[in-house]
């Protein structure tokens, strides 16, 4: 799980430095959650970033963050994903690679049993 905090100055959720740590240093091949509308505050509270979409590309590449925990709150990523995706801002590999991660985690805690 990703967090509010930064790291060398970029949110958690969308750093690179925790990206490669994870996935590539420690061949994590888990799912990345973020803390609870830990995405949208890289928008309105780092200041980090200057749009919603912004926000969301930079979890969702930059960070590898799977799924994006939201409550009381719209959903930045189903709600952005499709847009940067037709606009050619996100690749449909990086979503491909978030649900799979996300349904193998899934499948193997036996919840589609």
Wanted: aromatic share 8%; charged share 20%.
């Amino acid at each position: 799980m990703c967090s509010y905090n930064e790291v060398n100055g970029v949110p958690a959720c969308m750093s690179t430095f925790l990206r490669d740590v994870l996935r590539k240093n420690f061949s994590f091949t888990g799912m990345v959650s973020s803390d609870t509308d830990a995405i949208s505050p890289a928008n309105n509270h780092h200041n980090y970033s200057h749009t919603p979409l912004e926000a969301v590309r930079g979890g969702l590449r930059d960070g590898r963050c799977d799924v994006e925990s939201s409550v009381g709150s719209a959903n930045w990523y189903s709600t952005y994903v499709p847009q940067l995706v037709k606009n050619g801002e996100l690749q449909i590999e990086d979503v491909d690679n978030a649900i799979k991660d996300t349904f193998r985690v899934r499948m193997e805690a036996g919840l589609f049993d």
